[in-house]
């Protein structure tokens, strides 16, 4: 047959103007996406954007990761293609239904007439009387899909932040308004706690009579209102007097958002759990289960769940002051802790968001990817009935995790025990944890030579291992009270 083989023509017979037009396209493409990226870069650099800056490192890396999935496939197809198994092997565990008439490897007959071609995989084992293990179609499919998955999660992912630092940014009047009336001198005046607006709206309605009913508010609150001025105003002030020792001109609003910038590059990621969750949802698209269908609601309901807790955090946050006080002296404050989130962490719930965005990603690119590749009418997608609400919920799911729960969550979890280290600027923070570090390690060095030498000597020369640049007294005193929480390097600076 000459230059041709039985799956096309390779690439000794084919045209160089194909061949060179081809990687004209896919090169430019390349080069304009990768220039793109980092004129991006750039451009957060100079403006100081760290954390958006390594947001998005983080999604070059993902990027890579791609590639380098898409390089194995392309070199260990010719290896996967040429597995052979016994045909009825592959007759169960079916995304689609076989008909007792239907021969899911009609080709294989043909071929069996046609080994005068011995070197294609289907051919090869045609003559075994078995069938390719993965075929070069089906390889080619889940190629496509792999790139579809990443490019809609981190898409989604990139419009969920857009959309709620927008109504993040909203909160800012708030800030301006409570810095302007706390510039005034005012003499401190007696409140009664339960004529404060945070108390009204958080205590004195449904929440007080029951508790089942304070859930129940919760869970309708983050569809409307989820953020009022009132408890935006009380939860800075919390926040404030409880770490920043009462500094009212503390920027909160720029810190909340440094903070939700620093999180959303962890979000942006598809960690390695992400994976193994596709890999058990492909294993489980069996044929009459609609797996895809029944999937779709686990998003939707974690989303529901984490927006009446950070809702139902509020609450707690305001009973705690009107069961304890009847009337209070100047400004409500409340107390923040870590008490009030699951198992006690605050950050759990940024894993919890970073999972419903990314199953709500894969729930979006399974339906475009299975109607560009196979059309609607695909027995993989089903009938109308099942499409309709995947799509309905999918949406759903976008737009309150970005108006509703976003905002949620970057203020409620503030509320934990500890703050996070962009409370400082990033000169401040290089410069406090690399002066911690170094201040561990001379407490180290002093505790390792004041230990007693054989002869019952102290190790150092005046018996109390306080060399002079060791930081005793005025190094602690400075951090006291001082705790940082950070995910990124496990860095704690806790009263060392």
């Known amino acids: 047959m000459g230059g041709f083989e039985g799956e096309g023509t390779s690439f000794e017979f084919t045209p160089t103007w194909v061949i060179a037009a081809v990687c004209t396209v896919m090169v430019s493409i390349s080069l304009a996406v990768e220039r793109l990226l980092h004129f991006a870069g750039k451009k957060l650099k100079k403006e100081g954007r760290k954390p958006l800056f390594q947001a998005l490192q983080k999604v070059k890396e993902e990027l890579m990761l791609l590639g380098f999935i898409s390089l194995l496939l392309s070199v260990c197809q010719s290896s996967i293609v040429k597995i052979c198994v016994e045909e009825d092997v592959m007759r169960h565990f079916l995304p689609c239904s076989l008909d007792k008439n239907t021969d899911p490897h009609p080709h294989i007959h043909t071929l069996r007439q046609l080994l005068e071609n011995k070197e294609t995989p289907i051919a090869i084992c045609a003559e075994k009387n078995k069938v390719p293990l993965l075929s070069p179609e089906a390889l080619h499919h889940l190629h496509i899909f792999i790139f579809v998955l990443a490019l809609v999660h981190v898409s989604f992912s990139l419009l969920t932040v857009v959309f709620g630092g927008f109504k993040i940014r909203q909160w800012k009047q708030w800030e301006t308004s409570f810095k302007e009336d706390n510039a005034k001198d005012t003499e401190p005046e007696f409140t009664n706690v339960r004529d404060h607006d945070f108390i009204t709206n958080r205590f004195m309605g449904l929440g007080k009579r029951s508790q089942a009913l304070g859930w129940v508010h919760s869970f309708t609150k983050q569809f409307y209102g989820s953020v009022t001025e009132p ?231 005046d018996g109390g291992g306080n060399s002079g640049d060791t930081p005793r007294d005025g190094g602690e005193a400075e951090l006291q009270g001082i705790h940082i929480a950070t995910d990124s390097k496990n860095v704690q600076i806790q009263e060392i």
């Open 231 to 461: 408890d935006y105003n009380a939860l800075r002030l919390g926040f404030i007097m409880t770490h920043c020792r009462g500094n009212r001109k503390f920027n909160f609003h720029k810190y909340m958002m440094r903070a939700l910038e620093d999180d959303f590059r962890k979000v942006l990621g598809i960690s390695w759990y992400l994976w193994i969750f596709v890999i058990i949802f492909l294993l489980l698209n069996i044929d009459g289960w609609h797996t895809y269908f029944w999937i779709a609601f686990i998003p939707f309901l974690l989303l529901l769940a984490v927006g009446t807790k950070l809702e139902h955090v509020i609450i707690q946050l305001a009973h705690e002051v009107a069961e304890r006080h009847i009337a209070i002296e100047g400004e409500l404050v409340v107390k923040p802790s870590d008490q009030h989130f699951w198992f006690h962490r605050p950050k759990i719930v940024r894993h919890f968001i970073h999972f419903i965005l990314f199953q709500n990603a894969f729930e979006i690119a399974f339906v475009f990817w299975i109607l560009v590749q196979f059309g609607p009418h695909s027995c993989i997608m089903g009938k109308l009935i099942y499409i309709i609400p995947r799509v309905i919920i999918g949406a759903f799911v976008q737009v309150l995790c970005s108006y509703s729960t976003l905002p949620l969550y970057a203020l409620v979890t503030q509320m934990g025990s500890t703050f996070k280290k962009s409370v400082f600027d990033e000169h401040i923070q290089a410069g406090l944890i690399s002066w911690a570090q170094k201040a561990k390690k001379k407490k180290v060095l002093a505790i390792t030579t004041t230990r007693p030498s054989p002869d019952g000597s102290g190790g150092d020369g």
